[in-house]
């Protein structure tokens, strides 16, 4: 049985600090303001030790990494605002990025694309890229768009 057709559609790109995120940021605003679809912004944390004893520092490092996540949201929030016209939808998870993801697209099912941004510098697509694409595509049930990393933003709104 198909899924009910999506009504609140969501663009999801994830904040990984890599320099080719602004492209994905860039391509996912533009699709939203064609299609009307919101953009979704995923901050993965990584998944801290307890030290047992140490498990204060844990929490405070913990609280720390939470700020810097929402700090970071909220400067891509801005992004996407500015080139879409609506405020994104802000999900911060916690562990493996590329598993977080995945958790968050089968959560959430108004999630309709997820879009990766590819590395520019020859190295191969990037990591979260190469993950998603080798080790998770077959249990996906939306479509990944990867956009190139050296796109213009003038290619960006032609393809959008």
Known sequence: MSDPVRKNRVLLCVLDGSEE??????YASMRSLRTGARVGLLYVLEQADEFGHWAGVAALM???ARAEAERLLLQAAEV????????PIL???????????????NEDRDIAF?????DTEGQGPGPL???????????LHIPV????GNMSDDEIRSFA
Do not use: C, F, N
């Not at 493996?96 to 968050?104: F, K, N």
């Not at 997820?114 to 590819?118: D, H, M, P, Y």
């Not at 998603?132 to 077959?138: A, D, Q, V």
């Open 21 to 26: 995120l602004s492209i994905a940021l860039h």
């Open 62 to 64: 913990r609280e720390e």
């Open 80 to 87: 996407v605002k500015r080139l879409s016209g609506q405020t």
């Open 91 to 105: 999900y911060i998870s916690e562990g493996e990025p590329s598993q977080a993801v995945i958790d968050l697209i």
């Open 114 to 118: 997820l879009i990766l941004a590819a």
């Open 129 to 139: 890229v190469t993950q998603i694409t080798s080790r998770h595509i077959g249990s």
């Open 145 to 148: 768009v990867v956009v190139p």
